[in-house]
């Protein structure tokens, strides 16, 4: 059974940072691409980043390009998503998600439950 648990969320200042990181299990970490993805209330799903499944290539919303990281670490089964520069904007619902395959470009199938971020002073 796939399992995501999102962590490191919370209440950081304008310009500060963050780091989330993912737990998963249930599946052959290392065979799949993730994703980050974010929601505020009342919007859809907005997303993020993405790594393939050996970290090698990583992709960016325009939004948080330049500011946030994406990483993953295959044998502790994590992947991670530094933020920096902290807007009050980036205030949301951040999501990991597991991707079909390695691909970058694939779809989603399975998500977290979230971990609150709120940028605000």
């Known amino acids: 059974q796939v399992q995501l648990v999102e962590s490191g969320g919370g209440l950081a200042q304008p310009g500060g940072s963050l780091r989330l990181s993912c737990a998963a299990s249930?599946?052959?970490?290392?065979?799949?691409?993730m994703s980050w993805a974010r929601q505020t209330p009342g919007m859809g799903l907005d997303w993020v980043s993405d790594i393939n499944s050996d970290g090698s290539d990583t992709f960016y919303a325009d939004s948080v390009k330049g500011r946030f990281t994406i990483s993953r670490d295959n044998a502790k089964k994590t992947v991670y998503l530094q933020m920096n520069s902290l807007k009050p904007e980036d205030t949301a619902m951040y999501y990991c998600i597991k991707k079909v395959n390695e691909g970058l470009h694939s779809d989603w199938d399975y998500w977290g439950q979230g971990t609150q971020v709120t940028v605000s002073s």
């Open positions: 249930g599946f052959t970490f290392s065979r799949y691409a």
